[in-house]
């Protein structure tokens, strides 16, 4: 998947115990995604587009429900949706399609979209 696929990608991230949301949209631009360079999109949607890291680890949750979700929506209409609610190192695992992903690499690049102070941005650093 390239970066002129995408129309834009939502993140939605929620601690479900404590009551706090925190939504944040990056529209396509032609120099990137708002202050949002290419490159760094182009990283994140690499390791989405990788096939998932297996893993053996069931997630664990917290009274404090981390959540996650990531939803890519192409030009196409197309939309390609991660969800995490795990309280595990890096929010892993990840959910895409229905397919647990342990890639560490993944959690790294979404954070790298994330500006700090954004809810559940440490956890997946």
Known sequence: MKTEEVQRIEICSRQIGRGKHQELTLHATP???GEIGLGLVQD???QVSQAPVPGSHRPTFSPHHPYLEVRIVLWSGDEICLKSRSSRKRMLPFFHNGTENYNPQLSRSLAALIPKGFLNRSRLT
């Open 31 to 33: 120099g990137g995604f």
């Open 44 to 46: 994140f949607l690499e």
